[in-house]
């Protein structure tokens, strides 16, 4: 099991920018898939943003492409979402999970994840 704490969410305006980091309780390395999540009122969950911890290959969702960076410091076990020209759609609840790399050769939205969901970071963006 690799349990995720998230952290770094805050209140900013329109165009702003924000880090939002992951804890894990095991090291990110090796053969896990490590990925973004986010959801607001009257939506489902959604995947944003994946990474691959083996060669650090990414996906994003078409939304966030060219504004948001996932990337990992596997040495400190931490995981990170660089989000820029933030947006008002960009408000919601974001969790990071962890999982076996064959999901990140998968379809977003899809594949396993170890463990449950964390208590997640809100990010709110206004125009």
């Known amino acids: 099991q690799v349990g995720t704490v998230e952290s770094g969410g805050d209140s900013v305006q329109a165009g702003g920018s924000l880090k939002l980091s992951c804890t894990t309780s095991?090291?990110?390395?090796?053969?896990?898939?490590m990925a973004w999540f986010r959801q607001s009122p009257g939506h489902e969950r959604e995947e944003v943003a994946r990474?691959?911890?083996?060669?650090?290959?990414?996906s994003y969702v078409d939304s966030v492409k060219g504004r948001f960076t996932i990337f990992q410091d596997t040495a400190k076990k931490i995981l990170y979402l660089q989000m820029d020209s933030l947006k008002s759609e960009d408000t919601a609840m974001y969790y990071c999970?962890?999982?076996?790399?064959?999901?990140?050769?998968?379809?977003?939205?899809?594949?396993?994840?170890?463990?449950?969901w964390g208590q997640g970071t809100q990010v709110t963006v206004s125009s």
């Open positions: 095991r090291s990110i390395g090796g053969s896990y898939c």
């Open positions: 990474i691959l911890a083996t060669d650090g290959t990414t």
């Open positions: 999970r962890a999982g076996p790399g064959a999901t990140c050769r998968g379809r977003m939205n899809r594949g396993t994840w170890f463990g449950d």
